[in-house]
């Protein structure tokens, strides 16, 4: 086992260790620095092991025992890695639900409908405010700052992947089919084409584009 508990699910584990799989992630990532160096892999490991809870407990979380394993593996400080685990938002402190929902509020999806992907998201999970878990366990909901894909607001990240281009009732359906155990192709859920202009493209092309100007 790679992460042991005697607490109550969803508590501190009292071990925690590599599995195959991160070790390999490891490896890959440290051979980026030399080992005078290696304490810069403290992001890419604190990942590795939020990863690797999400795959072997299906909560994708940093417990403080697994900061204290990246320490000594980086022979670092422990206050080192909890300074960076605490410090940015995408780290998960505390367990959380099987899906993470990631709901963006600023300025560009707030202004293509993001509050009513908020909405949805509470209706659908029965979630009453940011920062909760569903009776069932299966779904967190959080509020986050920009995703940077506002040409495709609004936006839900769900773990990993960006829903994109989503409205109250595509929002039900997604969460419908995650509580299914099902994971829709993640990108626009309108069908629209990276960032292209949503209804299709909006200049002329072909032989009216190369008509010189003033010509019928």
């Given at each position: 086992?790679?992460?042991?508990?005697?607490?109550?699910?969803?508590?501190?584990?009292?071990?925690?260790?590599?599995?195959?799989?991160?070790?390999r992630q490891i490896a890959a990532i440290l051979a980026k620095y030399p080992p005078e160096r290696?304490?810069?892999?403290?992001?890419?490991?604190?990942?590795?092991?939020?990863?690797?809870?999400?795959?072997?407990?299906?909560?994708?979380?940093?417990?403080?025992?697994?900061?204290?394993?990246?320490?000594?593996?980086?022979?670092?400080?422990?206050?080192?890695?909890?300074?960076?685990?605490?410090?940015?938002?995408?780290?998960?402190?505390?367990?959380?639900?099987?899906?993470?929902?990631?709901?963006?509020?600023?300025?560009?999806?707030?202004?293509?409908?993001?509050?009513?992907?908020?909405?949805?998201?509470?209706?659908?999970?029965?979630?009453?405010?940011?920062?909760?878990?569903?009776?069932?366990?299966?779904?967190?909901?959080?509020?986050?700052?920009?995703?940077?894909?506002?040409?495709?607001?609004?936006?839900?990240?769900?773990?990993?992947?960006?829903?994109?281009?989503?409205?109250?009732?595509?929002?039900?359906?997604?969460?419908?089919?995650?509580?299914?155990?099902?994971?829709?192709?993640?990108?626009?859920?309108?069908?629209?084409?990276?960032?292209?202009?949503?209804?299709?493209?909006?200049?002329?092309?072909?032989?009216?584009?190369?008509?010189?100007?003033?010509?019928?």
């Amino acid at each position: 086992m790679s992460v042991q508990s005697d607490a109550p699910q969803g508590a501190e584990p009292t071990h925690f260790a590599f599995d195959e799989e991160s070790e390999r992630q490891i490896a890959a990532i440290l051979a980026k620095y030399p080992p005078e160096r290696k304490a810069s892999g403290t992001l890419p490991l604190l990942y590795v092991v939020q990863n690797q809870m999400g795959r072997t407990t299906g909560s994708a979380w940093v417990p403080r025992v697994a900061m204290d394993v990246v320490a000594a593996r980086l022979e670092v400080a422990p206050i080192r890695v909890y300074e960076v685990a605490t410090f940015y938002f995408m780290f998960n402190t505390q367990p959380i639900g099987r899906y993470h929902l990631q709901v963006c509020t600023t300025t560009s999806c707030w202004l293509r409908g993001s509050d009513d992907v908020t909405a949805a998201c509470k209706a659908a999970t029965g979630i009453s405010n940011f920062g909760e878990t569903s009776k069932d366990g299966l779904f967190t909901l959080t509020e986050v700052e920009c995703l940077g894909a506002c040409a495709n607001a609004p936006i839900l990240q769900v773990d990993n992947d960006y829903y994109e281009d989503l409205d109250g009732s595509r929002t039900v359906e997604l969460i419908e089919a995650l509580r299914r155990g099902e994971r829709p192709p993640a990108g626009s859920t309108t069908g629209r084409m990276t960032s292209a202009p949503a209804g299709g493209r909006k200049v002329l092309v072909g032989d009216a584009a190369r008509k010189p100007q003033g010509q019928g």
